[in-house]
């Protein structure tokens, strides 16, 4: 009777169909409409999938975030797995075009393989829905109604800028088959960026970014603060001057300035040029625009301009070296610290003069500068700011320069847009209504009414498309609000405000009653569909070319373009001008809400795009001084205790317009913002700063309750799979070839494993054979537990340890999304079940908790086990167990004791023993005592809980021993905090000597 019995072999195959089918019923039986017990909630997000075959990174994430999820949810959260299929993707039209399918084909089976994949592998992606559900495609009209939706409450609130560019448009003549390619203009919009970029800038830190895309965002910006001065402008025997603002950074050299450089096509090269000069100057700039000047080249214009600190006279050029990112066009000419200029003013033969004196510097033997110095020093030639240093030179040519009013301390930024909309065949139509070609300038404009949203795009086909066919909205606007869409499912059906029949095409009022008297669907087809470029009720004929002029105003009705926008939004509610500071990604009250977002209120009024719609030149400017302004007037705003404002003073008696606020629901402050974004695509830093601007201008709006869109965001690593027999140049990506038949070969639980074993945001491979070793790992386990099942008495205090550490380690490192140590922690535990542990000491508690912890890795494995525990109660209505700090960080550790790079002792003593007492301690050691025996200590360091090094003489313990003795026996903590010590030479550099080189 007490014979040890027959392990039966562990069969996955029947295991996994088994608890597939049992998941799928459960599913079923249960209420859709169930909500969970509890109420905290929060959201896991994938970045839109691509169209296109599934791929073996896709896998990885879609993996990944189920491990996460699954962990979330036995911790009593109720997590959601967001997951979009990009249908207007970059690459979706071609794709289609060498498949010979139509997008609509290729996105239908995208999303067909990812429910089949989900539930291959158990991805939950919601515990209340089955596989596949809750999938949605960015190219569905039920979505980029909201994608229009948002583009046109940018444009009301004036954060849309125009910008005419070149492009093609067909016309169809009816007398001929072919079609005629006619050379038009369109107008390319843009969102600008300027309002948002001091909080863009000054809220990467919120969010855990992984470094290189937090370093990528900020160079992308480029935050720069310096001053805005007034420079005169005038010819020779001309009496009237011209003021101009020009930025700088280097205000402490204005004693060096020798010259000042304009960019070609600048307005003032009008004014300023004398009259002997302009023949050469137009010269000049005909055969820049032609290619044939270099950069570093110029021509002279015979003004001048008047250096404001000391009114001396300097000469005006007009150069390539005044086009930069953070100047209007104008730039002073400090030759003597700046390399181009120094080497533009030795081709032109202008002064250079030093300001700036350093040792470093290099000179001839006249005394003169070789090449341009652009460290720090002392000020010299610099009248009374001689001998002082640069920061308190800037400061007192500051105060002496606003005297006069000529002076400001200002920040720009270099990135100061980002394009939403482009020319192509497929893509999200632009929802505006404009006039027809050769209507006068100034055209009307006007938004498409929210409820005739979706506005639908022209019929696809393939055999008549051609790239740039239509103006539509970039792909990365649909993007940015995909998380929405993964916290509101309610977004997919039928929402206030907007047109119930958004699959069919938008039907015009006047053809309303003829479509309805006819059979359904009959009419559809009649009438054109609506392009980005949707004519108006008093349509021009068809075929005719039209133009889009201006932005409409708040009331979606076209305005005079100098109109200013209202100072309210359009609901007329106040406008929350910061994000608190408080809690890192959360709004803590209106009153703190209207201190920190002066910036963006103050951008909103002037941020008009020109009357002809062209851009302005490069950089753009927050002005410092016009903050406190834009404070007051935010507070004049939010002091009406209605908390709602009059369009205008005419209309102060009716109430405001109300607009849909699709986005607007109390169900998103538990899911906002997302826990973590698991993405296997490259994002670009340009499309996470829209990102990021889309929601902080919702966030204003009083749309949503973050500012920001993630807490965390994991760029996961590439994946691929590399069998023995593959040639040389990578392993395949795709599934088609091999995911089939590993699958069958080795089970479901192996698969997620083997996926992994390598760190998430590194790229990897594997072949076969370690889904081998995996697949054995499995098997081990299942023998470990099934010998053990009814034959524990008791648990040493070993495996309680083991068993605490282990749920220790586990919920720490997916915490901090290190699943391939969160893996390795199981294997530990394993292998100490397997090789230290006896029957005896392993109780029926100890197997519980390593099987809950085991569910999220391998669900199958885990659910068939604790089935076999004949517990009461399920594996699913376990929670996840806690552990004990005492046992996972002992009262007393070991400490190993080294002198000289050498392991003498080692010394057991109390954690809270201070670093004075254990070195006191390890010196009485009788074996330390020895070993140094007459010779003098010179330095010991200790490592709390790890190590103690003891070092003789004079001589200091080598890095690399210290770290050696860290990985053996230490602490890696003390290399680390070393080499954070070390790793910034320049933090103490005294300020001001920043380089002023773009980032």
């Given at each position: 009777m007490f014979a040890r019995m027959a392990i039966n072999p562990y069969d996955n195959s029947a295991v996994e169909e088994k608890w597939q089918k049992a998941w799928s019923e459960a599913i079923e039986s249960a209420d859709a409409e169930q909500t969970p017990?509890?109420?905290?909630?929060?959201?896991?997000?994938?970045?839109?999938?691509?169209?296109?075959?599934?791929?073996?990174?896709?896998?990885?994430?879609?993996?990944?975030?189920?491990?996460?999820?699954?962990?979330?949810?036995?911790?009593?959260?109720?997590?959601?797995?967001?997951?979009?299929?990009?249908?207007?993707?970059?690459?979706?039209?071609?794709?289609?075009?060498?498949?010979?399918?139509?997008?609509?084909e290729l996105i239908g089976e995208k999303i067909d393989r990812l429910e089949s994949v989900e539930k291959d592998l158990a991805i939950q992606a919601n515990s209340h829905a089955g596989p596949g559900a809750g999938i949605g495609s960015t190219s569905a009209p039920a979505y980029y109604r909201f994608t229009q939706w948002l583009f046109l409450e940018l444009l009301r609130s004036r954060h849309i800028q125009s910008v005419r560019v070149a492009g093609k448009a067909a016309a169809a003549e009816e007398s001929a088959e072919a079609e005629t390619v006619i050379e038009d203009e369109f107008f390319q919009w843009s969102l600008d960026l300027v309002p948002f970029a001091e909080k863009l800038h000054s809220d990467i830190d919120k969010s855990q970014w992984p470094e290189m895309l937090r370093k990528e965002q900020r160079a992308l910006i480029g935050r720069r603060r310096g001053t805005e001065l007034q420079l005169a402008f005038s010819q020779s025997f001309r009496n009237e001057y011209l003021q101009l603002p020009v930025f700088t950074t280097r205000l402490e050299a204005l004693y060096g300035l020798t010259f000042i450089l304009v960019a070609p096509g600048h307005e003032i090269i009008d004014f300023v040029t004398d009259p002997d000069y302009l023949e050469e100057?137009?010269?000049?700039?005909?055969?820049?625009?032609?290619?044939?000047?270099s950069y570093i080249s110029g021509v002279r214009t015979g003004g001048f301009a008047l250096n404001p600190i000391n009114l001396e006279k300097v000469p005006v050029l007009v150069s390539p070296l005044a086009l930069g990112l953070y100047s209007d066009g104008v730039v002073l000419g400090i030759p003597a610290h700046d390399r181009k200029q120094f080497e533009f003013a030795k081709r032109v033969k202008l002064r250079i003069r030093e300001v700036v004196h350093s040792n470093s510097a290099s000179f001839d033997h006249e005394g003169r500068l070789t090449e341009a110095y652009e460290g720090d020093g002392k000020l010299t030639n610099s009248s009374s700011c001689s001998g002082m240093s640069p920061v308190r030179a800037r400061e007192r040519i500051i105060k002496l320069l606003s005297r006069r009013d000529i002076c400001s301390k200002e920040t720009r930024y270099s990135l100061r847009s980002l394009p939403v909309s482009g020319m192509s065949a497929w893509g999200t139509p632009v929802p505006l209504h404009h006039g027809a070609v050769g209507a006068e300038e100034g055209a009307e404009v006007s938004g498409v009414d929210e409820d005739r949203l979706p506005l639908h795009g022209p019929q696809f086909e393939l055999g008549s498309i051609e790239p740039g066919d239509h103006p539509v909205l970039l792909p990365w606007l649909g993007r940015a609000w995909s998380y929405l869409q993964a916290a509101l499912p309610g977004l997919d059906g039928v929402v206030d405000g907007f047109r119930e029949d958004f699959e069919n095409p938008c039907v015009e009022p006047d053809l309303a009653d003829e479509a309805g008297d006819s059979e359904p669907g009959a009419g559809v087809s009649d009438i054109p569909a609506a392009s980005q470029q949707a004519p108006p009720p008093a349509e021009p004929a068809e075929g005719e070319i039209v133009e889009l002029v201006e932005a409409p105003d708040n009331d979606s009705e076209s305005v005079p373009q100098e109109q200013k926008p209202a100072s309210t939004d359009e609901e007329g509610e106040p406008i929350p001008e910061s994000e608190s500071d408080g809690e890192p990604l959360r709004e803590e009250s209106q009153t703190a809400a209207a201190a920190g977002e002066a910036t963006e209120s103050a951008g909103d009024s002037d941020d008009d795009p020109g009357e002809d719609g062209a851009p302005v030149l490069e950089g753009e400017a927050v002005s410092e001084q016009g903050e406190e302004d834009a404070e007051e007037e935010s507070a004049a705003g939010e002091s009406d205790p209605s908390g709602q404002e009059s369009p205008n003073d005419e209309d102060a008696s009716e109430p405001p317009q109300q607009r849909p606020r699709p986005f607007f629901s109390d169900g998103l402050e538990g899911l906002l913002p997302v826990d973590v974004v698991f993405a296997g695509t490259r994002l670009s830093p340009k499309e996470i700063v829209g990102l990021r601007c889309i929601t902080?201008?919702?966030?204003?709006?009083?749309?949503?309750?973050?500012?920001?869109?993630?807490?965390?965001?994991?760029?996961?690593?590439?994946?691929?799979?590399?069998?023995?027999?593959?040639?040389?140049?990578?392993?395949?990506?795709?599934?088609?070839?091999?995911?089939?038949?590993?699958?069958?070969?080795?089970?479901?639980?192996?698969?997620?494993?083997?996926?992994?074993?390598?760190?998430?945001?590194?790229?990897?491979?594997?072949?076969?054979?370690?889904?081998?070793?995996?697949?054995?790992?499995?098997?081990?386990?299942?023998?470990?537990?099934?010998?053990?099942?009814?034959?524990?008495?008791?648990?040493?205090?070993?495996?309680?340890?083991?068993?605490?550490?282990?749920?220790?380690?586990?919920?720490?490192?997916?915490?901090?999304?290190?699943?391939?140590?969160?893996?390795?922690?199981?294997?530990?535990?394993?292998n100490f079940l397997t090789a230290e542990a006896t029957l005896e000491e392993v109780d029926k508690s100890t197997l519980e908790t390593f099987l809950v912890v085991l569910k999220p890795f391998a669900p199958h494995l885990a659910?068939?086990?604790?089935?076999?525990?004949?517990?009461?109660?399920?594996?699913?209505?376990?929670?996840?167990?806690?552990?004990?700090?005492?046992?996972?960080?002992?009262?007393?550790?070991?400490?190993?004791?080294?002198?000289?790079?050498?392991?003498?002792?080692?010394?057991?003593?109390?954690?809270?023993?201070?670093?004075?007492?254990?070195?006191?301690?390890?010196?009485?050691?009788?074996?330390?005592?020895?070993?140094?025996?007459?010779?003098?200590?010179?330095?010991?360091?200790?490592?709390?809980?790890?190590?103690?090094?003891?070092?003789?003489?004079?001589?200091?313990?080598?890095?690399?021993?210290?770290?050696?003795?860290?990985?053996?026996?230490?602490?890696?903590?003390?290399?680390g905090k070393t080499a954070a010590a070390t790793s910034n030479p320049q933090q103490d550099s005294p300020p001001g000597s920043e380089k002023t080189d773009t980032p």
């Open positions: 017990v509890d109420s905290a909630g929060s959201l896991v997000l994938q970045w839109p999938f691509p169209v296109g075959g599934l791929t073996w990174t896709e896998l990885r994430c879609l993996v990944l975030a189920d491990v996460y999820s699954r962990f979330r949810r036995i911790k009593g959260q109720d997590v959601r797995i967001g997951r979009t299929v990009d249908g207007f993707h970059e690459e979706a039209l071609e794709e289609a075009l060498q498949q010979g399918k139509s997008p609509t100057v137009e010269s000049y700039q005909a055969r820049y625009e032609n290619g044939q000047e902080k201008f919702l966030y204003k709006k009083q749309y949503i309750p973050s500012f920001e869109p993630f807490r965390r965001f994991c760029q996961v690593g590439t994946l691929s799979f590399a069998p023995k027999d593959q040639p040389e140049g990578g392993g395949d990506e795709t599934l088609a070839s091999s995911y089939g038949d590993l699958l069958g070969r080795f089970g479901v639980d192996a698969l997620r494993l083997q996926l992994l074993e390598a760190p998430a945001g590194n790229s990897a491979s594997f072949d076969a054979d370690s889904l081998y070793r995996t697949r054995r790992f499995l098997e081990k386990i299942w023998r470990s537990v099934n010998g053990r099942i009814g034959k524990g008495r008791f648990v040493s205090r070993n495996v309680l340890v083991a068993k605490h550490r282990l749920i220790y380690d586990v919920s720490r490192r997916l915490q901090e999304l290190k699943f391939h140590t969160a893996v390795s922690a199981i294997r530990e535990f394993v659910c068939e086990l604790w089935e076999l525990l004949d517990n009461a109660e399920t594996i699913d209505d376990t929670p996840w167990p806690e552990y004990s700090k005492e046992l996972v960080e002992p009262a007393e550790r070991e400490h190993a004791v080294f002198v000289n790079g050498e392991l003498i002792d080692r010394l057991t003593e109390s954690m809270e023993l201070d670093a004075k007492k254990l070195e006191s301690k390890a010196l009485s050691l009788d074996s330390v005592r020895e070993f140094i025996g007459r010779r003098k200590v010179g330095r010991v360091e200790v490592v709390p809980g790890r190590l103690i090094w003891i070092c003789l003489g004079k001589k200091k313990p080598a890095g690399d021993n210290a770290a050696k003795a860290g990985k053996g026996g230490g602490d890696k903590r003390a290399s």
